[in-house]
């Protein structure tokens, strides 16, 4: 599974993905946009690392970041839905967690929450529990959210062909 095969399966549908990434700062969609015609299907991102840029621009409540955190699965669905909502693309991608050194709103290193918002306005969720540096952290993260999208492709692709 690589970043060319999901963009494969967006350009067959006839779909595009954005992505909105806290703690993997660009990653994501660095990782999106590196195979070639990248841009048939990947429309771009949001990078909101501080906590107010989550509320700010992709519109996650500030009740919801008050009381839970910018770490928390409800969290990463709001962004999801504001960073599909601000591009106009077909999917939204978010990851929010806690790469490391330390925790953050009591949250573990290593706790990562993924949500993808798609079509019909069904949403995805992956909560996960990831071990190593910081930057292996980072890295799984995105292999878990191309894997998320991916599965969630494969589906709806088999849904509309069958």
């Known amino acids: 599974m690589s970043a060319a095969d999901v963009l494969t399966l967006l350009v067959r549908a006839k779909a595009t993905v954005a992505v909105a990434e806290s703690l993997t700062g660009g990653l994501l969609g660095a990782t999106l946009s590196a195979p070639p015609g990248a841009s048939?299907?990947?429309a771009g991102g949001v990078i909101v690392y501080a906590t107010e840029l989550k509320a700010?621009?992709?519109g996650v409540p500030a009740g919801l970041?008050?009381?839970?955190?910018?770490?928390?699965?409800e969290v990463a669905e709001a962004m999801a839905t504001?960073?599909?909502k601000l591009t106009g693309a077909d999917y939204g991608?978010?990851?929010t967690g806690v790469a490391g050194p330390?925790?953050?709103d009591g949250k573990p290193v290593g706790t990562v929450y993924l949500a993808l918002t798609g079509p019909g306005d069904r949403v995805h969720h992956r909560d996960l529990?990831?071990?190593?540096?910081?930057?292996?952290i980072r890295q799984d993260t995105c292999k878990e959210?191309?894997?998320?999208?991916?599965g969630v492709l494969e589906v709806n692709l088999g849904e509309h062909s069958g």
Request: aromatic share 2%; hydrophobic share 50%.
């Open 40 to 42: 048939a299907a990947f």
């Open 145 to 150: 959210a191309l894997d998320l999208l991916l």
């Open 82 to 84: 504001g960073v599909r």
């Open 56 to 58: 700010r621009l992709l």
């Open 102 to 104: 330390d925790p953050q």
């Open 93 to 95: 991608l978010a990851v």
């Open 129 to 136: 529990r990831l071990g190593g540096s910081r930057e292996r």
């Open 65 to 73: 970041l008050a009381r839970e955190g910018a770490v928390h699965p």
